[in-house]
Structure formats: C-alpha cells, structure tokens
C-alpha cells in the first residue's frame, strides 16, 4: 500500500507530528503517568496546555487584546445559534454564500429578523455576490469566508459599517486576518487546526452584552470569556490535538509561511485543471478558495466520472470524491497538505488523461 494523499473535507489530515504527540500524550500526559483522557482537567498540567493554547491562538493570528478566544463543544452548527443569540437584538443580514451560511441564517431567523443581503444560491453558490450594500441600521452582518462545499472564499477581511461575523471554518490559519475587523470569527477546528469536538471563537469584548434577551449560561461567550473557556469540561483530546498542531504552524514559520505554500498549492491544481481537457473548474475564477478545490468531468467527458475516481484511488488518492450537491471531485487541500500531495494528484489527473486521449 503506498502513501496516501488525504483530501477529506474535514475531519481532514492533520501534520503527522500532531498526531504522534497525542498518542504520546494518550498514554502518559507530560510525564504525570496517567493518560490525556484519564486527566483532570483542573490540573496544573492541563492548565498550561489550555494557556498556551489560548497563546498561540493570539500569536499567530495578532488577537488584539480587545478580543478573547474561547473553545466550546457543539460543532460550528451550535455557533450558529450562538451568534444570534448574543448579538441578534432586531435585526442581522447574511451573505448567503452556500448550505452553510444558510443553516446560520436560519437559527437568527428563530431569535429576530435576519435575512440574506445576497445570495448566489442562482448560480448553485458558485461565486461570491459583490455590489450589495451593507445597511447600517443592523446588528451585524454575517458571512462564511469560506465555502467548503463550492470551493468559493472571500480572501480580504471586508470593510463593514456594523459589526462583522465571520465562520471561518474553513479557512482559519490558512491565511493572515485582521481580527480588529471583526466583532467574532468562529469555526469547528476539523477543517484546519485540529479534530472534530472543538470550537474556536474570537470574540471581540465590547461586542457583547448588547442584546436584552436572557442568555442561558452555556451559550452566552461572556460565561466562557470569564472561566477561560473551563465553565465546564473542555473537550480536552480535541483541545490537545489543537495545540500541537499549532505549534506545528509555528515551527514551519507561522500563518504567513503556511499562506505562501497553500497559495502554491492551489495554483499548481488549479493551473492543471484549467489546462487539462478533461476537467473544469465549478467556481467562478475570481472566487476560487485556496482550500476546497472544486472540479467536474469537462463537457463530454461526463461518463468518465466514476472511472477516473477510481483510477484516483488506485493511485491513494483519498477524499476527493464531491460534495453530493455539486458533484464532481473536490479536493481539500488545508495546511497539514503538502505541495507533494498535490503534486501527486496532478500526476494522477495527466496520467489519467494520457489513458484516455
Ligand atoms: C463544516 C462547516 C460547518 C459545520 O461544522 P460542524 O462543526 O460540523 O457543525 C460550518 N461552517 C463551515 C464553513 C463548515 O465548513
């Protein structure tokens, strides 16, 4: 069996060096003899894994000292709720860019009146609306950065009269951010900065505290901002994997450096899907995310799907198999995956092609 080349949507491939401490730390957490899932949590030790968690967090992003991150259970789905709960006091519109930003939408619909400002759901969320206006009698205004499923991203961090609500999902340490932009940044870590079972969000502290509305105590953030994210059992196995992946993205340079390579990744796959005959892009170019690298069979090519799916994991491709509402092949290319693994799926799409031309 030969190296596999991951391209899971998330949970998704994670830098092998992650991994091996958490089996490490499994069996006997930094020396104390008992295993990381067999800790308490209310532990000098765990302490100092939560602190420089919360430190690297602030250091490879620039949290500015306005902001806190916390780290919750619930998935990124359970942030949806909690969004509109802590600032949806009449009124929050959404850049409706795909299924997720849609389920968002949806819970703030429950507390107030939210609404989409925009939408591509035309163009089965294909690119990124452009030329709305953002009121500025609302809340805030929600956006997903990036579309996991369509491939689409917005890459700048958007200048926004009302406070601006990100899920960044995604694309989180993928790229540099100006945190100061926004009033909170949330995601579930399985895309890009650990395993599934834990949130992040960056709250920016003024932000809250607006609303009127009694927030019950687990999805207020002031609760966890106060208790250092400890209010009550953190998913610690998850929170570990974190951590050592973000020392991993310190140690190859920071979100700067990881940028350059996950620019590079995307365009050596892009690049041979715009020149291979046999493939084509679904997003619209502008728009094309450097994590989720949509693709479909070129017109006449359709029948061959199924083949070169298989013929892709013959050769250890994994995961790239597209998301059922677009079809095709989708690669996920977050920053555990290395220029090789791309590489390594170009070879496969031009050997396929040279079978079949
Ligand atoms: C995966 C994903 C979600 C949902 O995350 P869960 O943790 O499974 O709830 C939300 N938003 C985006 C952009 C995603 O990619």
């Avoid at 302490?47 to 259970?73: Q, S």
Wanted: charged share 25%; hydrophobic share 40%; glycine share 8%.
């Amino acid at each position: 069996m030969g190296k596999k080349h991951v391209f899971n949507a998330g949970p998704c491939l994670l830098p092998q060096v992650a991994i091996d401490k958490a089996i490490e730390a499994l069996k006997d957490f930094k020396g104390t003899g008992v295993s990381l899932i067999s800790i308490s949590h209310r532990t000098k030790e765990w302490d100092e894994v939560m602190n420089e968690c919360r430190a690297l967090w602030k250091e490879l992003l620039n949290i500015p000292d306005t902001h806190e991150v916390v780290f919750l259970g619930g998935g990124a789905s359970l942030q949806f709720l909690y969004v509109a709960m802590n600032f949806l006091e009449k009124k929050a519109a959404y850049l409706e860019t795909g299924v997720w930003a849609k389920k968002a939408l949806k819970e703030a619909k429950g507390l107030g009146d939210a609404y989409a400002l925009a939408s591509s759901a035309d163009k089965n969320y294909s690119y990124i609306p452009k030329g709305y206006v953002i009121p500025e009698d609302i809340d805030y205004f929600h956006i997903t950065t990036n579309n996991t499923i369509y491939g689409t991203e917005i890459k700048e961090d958007i200048d926004c009269p009302v406070p601006l609500i990100a899920d960044m999902s995604s694309d989180i340490m993928s790229r540099p951010v100006d945190v100061s932009k926004y009033a909170l940044i949330y995601g579930g870590a399985q895309k890009n900065v650990g395993p599934a079972g834990v949130i992040f969000a960056i709250v920016r502290k003024d932000a809250l505290g607006k609303v009127s509305r009694y927030i019950p105590t687990m999805l207020d953030y002031r609760t966890h901002i106060d208790k250092l994210s400890m209010f009550n059992t953190p998913p610690v196995f998850s929170i570990y994997v974190m951590y050592e992946t973000l020392k991993w993205l310190k140690g190859i340079g920071g979100v700067e450096a990881i940028h350059a390579v996950n620019r590079r990744k995307a365009d050596l796959l892009y690049a041979e899907i715009d020149r291979n005959p046999l493939f084509v892009g679904t997003a619209a170019k502008e728009d094309r995310s450097d994590m989720n690298v949509c693709f479909v069979m070129a017109p006449g090519y359709e029948d061959l799907q199924d083949e070169f799916l298989a013929f892709a994991k013959e050769h250890d491709m994994v995961g790239i198999k597209g998301h059922r509402s677009v079809g095709g092949f989708r690669a996920s290319i977050y920053n555990a995956c290395t220029v090789e693994d791309v590489q390594a799926l170009v070879d496969c799409m031009q050997a396929f092609e040279k079978l079949k031309k």
